[in-house]
């Protein structure tokens, strides 16, 4: 770690690129703290500024991130030691490491990753990994509804020209959503978004994760003995059983049709497998009729795909057809089961983390 002064507050450079959808609306005045920055005065900083958040930099690039919920964490502490620690440094606080967007990244992708991480501040990185911005969940929704809006404009002027335009300009609305229309979780689009931005940190702070492919079986026999709006409410009830069983990192998408994506962040591949075939068992232990699956009660099957920390892997595409490959085995194999693939993507190690890499960090970024 580069040394910094005690206090050492210091605004940061914005990058001279050509300004995208993300660049047009975050904040280029960025103020930031060293690592060895007294807390004492972080917060001042803070209340003297009305700032909500503090990047913590180092080299011009974010190492960490104090937010309003640090502060209630470092609160607590305080009220629960009955001492305050006037040593107490920035590095020793924040939530590391830092969820960031490249600036060349549209606003669509922030909106996912801000809304599955369930975080309210992105600093923005060039693509040199420098800080350039730092952008809210207020600017980003801000944003998007004016897409909406523009969009739906654009709707009411097409009214009254062929139907096949209009169809058109619909299915360009449509894209903005972010969640499966019947199943209130993210769609194909969202889950698309969110594996690039894991993967991508993953492989940048060399973190492990599991990607979980499920497959309701006999689901088309489903359709055809029971009607498909009978289907549509089996896989509303799969759904929130799913909810129900899975962490509040995890994230479940709809892959398409009767199959759900279940992205487990910092995961190993045996944690990833207790927990595929956790729900698997208690999918089938809720005894939901199905006549037509021997069983006679609705089952699913799981394939389960694993990416090390320390293993380069060139992209999140890779490992999903990994855990196809995976719930493929598990269906020729009897289904109503889980299958896991361990040889995921080519083993090159990843080159040692950077000192500031290696500290514990506090709790994530939030």
């Known amino acids: 770690m580069n040394g910094h002064q005690k206090n050492d507050l210091y605004p940061m450079t914005t990058s001279t690129s050509e300004p995208s959808l993300i660049t047009a609306v ?49 609160l607590s502490d305080i009220f629960a030691q009955k001492t305050v620690d006037a040593d107490r440094r920035a590095e020793q606080c924040m939530s590391y490491p830092p969820i960031v967007i490249k600036e060349s990244a549209s606003l669509f992708e922030a909106l996912v990753v801000a809304r599955a991480r369930g975080i309210r501040h992105l600093p923005v ?21 004016v897409l909406i809006e523009q969009q739906r404009e654009l709707i009411e002027k097409l009214v009254n020209e062929r139907t096949e335009e209009l169809e058109k300009a619909n299915e360009r609305l449509r894209t903005l959503s972010l969640e499966d229309g019947l199943l209130g979780i993210g769609n194909r689009r969202a889950m698309e978004a969110d594996l690039e931005h894991t993967h991508a940190t993953a492989q940048r702070y060399k973190r492990p994760y599991s990607v979980a492919l499920f ?18 409410r089996a896989l509303i009830q799969i759904c929130r059983f799913i909810q129900s069983r899975i962490r509040t990192a995890d994230r479940l998408y709809r892959y398409g049709g009767e199959e759900f994506l279940l992205l487990l962040p910092e995961t190993t591949a045996e944690g990833a497998r207790i927990m595929a075939e956790r729900l698997v068992t208690g999918l089938a ?6 006549e037509a699956n021997p069983h006679r009660y609705v089952t699913m099957s799981g394939g389960i795909a694993h990416l090390q920390g320390d293993v380069r892997c060139a ?16 269906k020729q194999a009897g289904r109503n089961q889980v299958q896991l693939i361990l040889d995921c993507c080519v083993t090159t190690p990843l080159a040692k983390p950077a000192a500031h890499e290696q500290r514990t960090a506090s709790s994530k970024n939030r």
Not at 40 to 59: F, L, P, Q, T
Not at 215 to 232: E, S, V
């Open 26 to 74: 975050m904040n280029k005045n960025i103020v930031c703290v060293g690592p060895d920055t007294l807390m004492i005065d972080v917060i001042h900083k803070m209340r003297d500024n009305r700032y909500s958040c503090m990047v913590v930099a180092e080299n011009n690039s974010p190492v960490g991130i104090i937010t309003e919920r640090d502060m209630v964490r470092i």
């Open 285 to 290: 232990e809720l005894q939901v009729p199905h």
């Open 125 to 145: 990185v060039n693509e040199q990994d420098q800080l350039c911005g730092l952008i809210t969940q207020s600017d980003m929704m801000r944003a998007h509804l």
């Open 315 to 330: 992209n999140w595409q890779d490992l999903a057809s990994q855990a196809d490959q995976a719930l493929y085995q598990a």
């Open 215 to 232: 497959d309701i079986d006999f689901f088309k026999k489903y359709n055809d003995h029971y009607g498909h709006p009978a289907g549509d």
